[in-house]
């Protein structure tokens, strides 16, 4: 038995719940949430970010860990809802790159 841990990058995560998406007829979890709209979803993303942010001002380090996986895969799979590919939010990260977060928050209240 191989017991190497498995890593899977969030790209591979958004290519496994599209492969979900497109499962007709298999049973998933993903595809059963996907099947209940974006309000579905985006309520469940909200849910798991309160559960990683409690988790966050705990003890338990392992919680924090798994809240975040949770948030992470409820975060890809409401992208999936909603059509937006993780590179373009790939790419808005980086068109911030240039300026200090400092700077955009100033930029901001100038408008
Ligand atoms: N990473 C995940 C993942 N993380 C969390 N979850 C599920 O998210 C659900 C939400 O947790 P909750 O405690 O809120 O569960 P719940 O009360 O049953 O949820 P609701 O009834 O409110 O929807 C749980 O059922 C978890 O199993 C995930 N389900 C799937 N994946 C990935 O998606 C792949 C495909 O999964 P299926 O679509 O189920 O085949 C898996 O192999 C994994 O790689």
Redesign the pocket.
Known sequence: MNDTPVR?SLDE?SA??AR?AA?EG????????LAKGVA?CAQ?LG??AIETALAAVGSDTKAVVSET??LL??LVVLLQARGVSLDDVYAELGSRTHQSGLAEKASRSRT
């Not at 298999?26 to 949430?33: G, P």
Request: charged share 40%.
């Open positions: 899977v995560l496994i719940v979900r499962a298999e049973e998933s979890y993903t595809r059963s949430l579905k469940k849910e798991e996986a949770d895969y409820h």
